[in-house]
DNA sequence: TCCATACTTGGACAGTTGTAAAAATACAAA
DNA sequence: TTTGTATTTTTACAACTGTCCAAGTATGGA
């Protein structure tokens, strides 16, 4: 990352910045990622490259700046660095309104890129961290043996794992549904031992 | 995937992608994987770029192929695509011991590679799928309401997590342990509520 | 208004990528 | 050994990447 984007910025940098964002998101919208160069993002946004390079380290410290944006401009709790309190449910309902938001930038990214690609990597990685970010103060890790580090890491994965099979994996699930698959998940009664017939 | 690694190929076509393989692996202990070039590769390799380009499709094709001669190598049940016949805890003993085998080689990835870097990424998702494979059939899920593809993607990578934690975490943790881990993070006690004070 | 400073831009550069077409080589059957 | 086929290698190519520097342009303070 070259610029923080907590960092209040000029009026002029915030603008380029914003186009290139957005010639990002346009492009997600109509190919794959690898297709994207920067070359077609500065044609785009009508910018030089090495404006370009001004700004960003390459494609994915935009994609950086993308992502946070996104947060952002829903007013997202979780954005909030200062104080994490919220606990697992209330983060967990406001990503599933993030990502109901932005259904159809999901929509497309799945449709051009496949699952285990690096945008598609890169998207998850950085809403787990905001995850893991917002919950780490709320786990509670009393009468286990387990590191509360891997536990609050393991709430935030499994989070993620439900918003990508109804997201990204365009499985119509409501918001409660979701919580149930949430609660089993995380403290229901999963059998490790297979059932021997 | 330009070729398939499950079909026995002739001495001299097994002989080239072992050496392309070998120099990656070389590679990866010295260096990040974005500083891998293909140039570098076929240098090491002693082949021209065209056999390269001949038997992968690219960096990360070749990945895949390094991926599964690591678990052929060490006999790795989980392998079998044929049968999947092993409880979610054989499974996670398996590729206990797998990276356990590896923990050197895991050890300059993570030294040379950020943790959400592509590499690292690509790394877990192979053995994540491993792992989904070999368990899928062992979930059950006649008691609670989430689908068994998510609770058997939810098992896959709560063992990677843990395995995470523990190896590229640098975590020292026996295989007892980690088998507490698993059973408390898939069927422990987990509270969702934040306790109010 | 002028100037100094900081930022933006254009152009050039070396190195990389993936592809394509011929040329060379290996291999198997007759 | 010869021949036909398949594979490997050589060579060349266009495009992209990230960096650098010098020239151009804003911006704010004196």
Redesign the interface.
Known sequence: MKYDPNIKQSRGIERTQRAFATAMFDSLAEKPFDKITVNALCEKADYPRATFYNYFDDKFDLLNFCWFKLGQDTHLDVNNTQENKL???ETFAQIYKLFEDYQSLLLSIIENNPI?S?LV??FV?HFTDVIYASIK????TK?????S???A???S??II??LK?IYLGQ?KVTLD?AE????????????????KQ
């Open positions: 606990t697992i449910k285990d690096p990597n890169h990685r103060n709320s786990v509670d009468v286990i043996h387990t590191p580090e891997l536990v890491q393991h709430c994965t499994t794992e439900i099979w499985h549904e149930t698959y949430l609660t089993e998940l995380l403290s229901g009664p999963i059998h490790l031992q297979k059932n």
